[in-house]
């Protein structure tokens, strides 16, 4: 079967951009950070990314009363698998005040269709800040027979100064996939539970520990790749896994569909994957108790409340003036029952 591709479809009037084959349908917000808003496993008819329901917004429409606040992200959050560039944490760097998650995630991507089919079929996708001298560049691209898409990327500082960024994958699953619980895979060596989230927590705070090994809040040791069957958990977690080879990769898999997600990115850039769990823990703004998710997020650094300490001890990326860097990464689906797997 061949694949195809569409670009005349639209989700709350944001342009969207639909790549599919027999296996995959792979939906790209292209108006509005180039979102992947839907990774659906055609067998299973299973999107694994979260869609929270009613909250995919449009941020040149849905305006609310104040929108000068460092929290935008937060605002038109509503799942699926976000860009993020240049910081995670608000911040004001040398003049540029920046909210929280940076300036690619809700604004409109430039994009070109650079292959139709019928064996392959490649979007182009490109963006530019408007307070950081950046241009990031990516091809998403998927093969007819293939379970899996492949990202090529391209950053380049436009600048004659040196730059300081965060660059990250914002990758959260849905409920319906980590309903029956869920495994996760991945060639790290530590993992280390961050310190400033709320007290009703999954991981003791601030304590390194060999992956899968982790310690809960009364000292026991726990498996931080085992999760939980799905409840009102009332818990929030934000932890980091680290040491890892320069050919990183997790996989997720969901018991109740015998379904993996599976990710293979640099590890010498993205050296950190952010593991967030957020089990109906957040009762007040943003989530208001209606949020459930776990996210599996590769970074190049791991968050800081105090970013420009982070600055200061070289631990951003930093880029050289007019450098450019290149990366790549894979996304797959693995249906265990299919019986045809690339």
């Known amino acids: 079967m061949s694949c195809h591709i569409r670009d005349d479809i639209f989700l709350r009037g944001l342009r969207t951009v639909c790549l599919e084959n027999e296996h995959l349908e792979i939906c790209v917000l292209v108006d509005r950070g180039a979102d992947i808003y839907s990774f659906r496993c055609k067998h299973k008819n299973e999107n694994v990314l979260l869609n929270l329901p009613d909250r995919l917004r449009n941020p040149a429409r849905d305006i609310s009363q104040m929108r000068n606040t460092t929290n935008q992200f937060e605002d038109y959050?509503?799942?699926?698998?976000?860009?993020?560039?240049?910081?995670?944490?608000?911040?004001?760097?040398?003049?540029?005040?920046l909210g929280q998650h940076g300036e690619v995630s809700l604004i409109p991507w430039d994009y070109a269709i650079e292959d139709r089919g019928p064996d392959i079929v490649s979007l182009r996708l490109s963006v530019q800040p408007l307070r950081f001298p950046l241009r990031l560049e990516k091809t998403i691209s998927?093969?007819?027979?293939?379970?899996?898409?492949?990202?090529?990327?391209?950053?380049?500082?436009?600048?004659?100064?040196?730059?300081?960024?965060?660059?990250?994958?914002?990758?959260a699953f849905g409920r319906s996939f980590l309903s029956e619980g869920a495994t996760i895979t991945t060639n790290a060596k530590t993992i280390i539970s961050e310190p400033e989230m709320p007290a009703a927590r999954r991981f003791k705070p601030g304590v390194e520990t060999h992956w899968p090994s982790a310690l809960d809040l009364e000292d026991r040791k726990i498996n931080a790749d085992e999760i939980p069957v799905y409840g009102r958990h009332g818990q929030s977690d934000l932890s980091y896994l680290s040491g890892y080879p320069s050919e990183a990769n997790y996989q997720i898999t969901s018991r109740a569909l015998d379904l993996s997600f599976r990710l293979s990115w640099q590890g010498d850039l993205f050296s950190h994957l952010w593991y967030w769990q957020e089990y109906h823990g957040v009762q007040d703004f943003p989530w208001w108790g209606d949020c459930y998710t776990v996210a599996l997020e590769p970074w190049t650094s791991s968050y800081s409340s105090k970013p420009l300490e982070e600055v200061a001890k070289g631990k951003w990326l930093k880029l050289a003036p007019h450098e450019i860097v290149k990366t790549h990464l894979k996304a797959e689906i693995i249906s265990h029952d299919e019986g045809e797997v690339e």
């Open 142 to 171: 998927l093969r007819k027979a293939d379970h899996f898409i492949e990202i090529k990327e391209r950053l380049t500082n436009l600048s004659s100064t040196s730059i300081d960024l965060m660059w990250g994958h914002h990758i």
């Open 77 to 97: 959050y509503y799942g699926g698998w976000q860009e993020i560039l240049p910081n995670s944490a608000p911040l004001t760097y040398r003049g540029a005040s």
